[in-house]
């Protein structure tokens, strides 16, 4: 069966090349809309900000930072000072953070997944300095840096 698969493969990469050599503004085309598409929604959501970002963000800018992960896993470990808005029920309790609306607020979740939406969401609210935790939570604990349990 491998020889077969193998086979096939080398055929799909012929024809995909070919394709490549045949039409070759096209596919150009579509690499810069795919970057620019990747490259619009990352930015949507805001910046993103390493562990060590966050941390000069803290103690320079005073930011603030927004934990949009369910109860149950916020209270298992987060990160000092942070505020808890699960993103499910976000929209709804955004105006809990207006009194914040002029610092910059930094967004964390559990891997990433949900902060560039919630950005997204804090945006259409009018709020304007916002980052996003690269690797959420995980990437923190992975640098052994800091939670405390609620």
């Not at 966050?54 to 298992?76: C, G, H, I, P, W």
């Not at 808890?84 to 609306?101: A, D």
């Not at 259409?124 to 939670?147: A, C, F």
């Amino acid at each position: 069966m491998r020889p077969h698969f193998q086979v096939l493969a080398v055929f799909v990469m012929e024809q995909l090349f070919e394709f490549i050599g045949n039409h070759p503004l096209e596919v150009g085309a579509f690499a810069v809309l795919l970057v620019l598409f990747i490259r619009n929604e990352m930015n949507r959501g805001g910046a993103s900000v390493s562990a060590q970002q966050l941390v000069n963000m803290v103690n320079s800018e005073k930011a603030v930072l927004l934990d949009v992960r369910d109860r149950k896993e916020y209270e298992a470990g987060h990160i000092v000072d942070a505020i808890n808005i699960p993103y499910s029920s976000l929209e709804s309790r955004v105006e809990e953070l207006n009194k914040f609306k002029e610092r910059p607020i930094v967004i964390i979740c559990k891997m990433g997944q949900h902060a560039g939406a919630a950005g997204t969401l804090l945006r259409k609210k009018g709020y304007e300095n916002i980052s996003r935790l690269t690797g959420g939570i995980m990437e923190w604990r992975n640098q052994s840096l800091p939670v405390v349990k609620s």
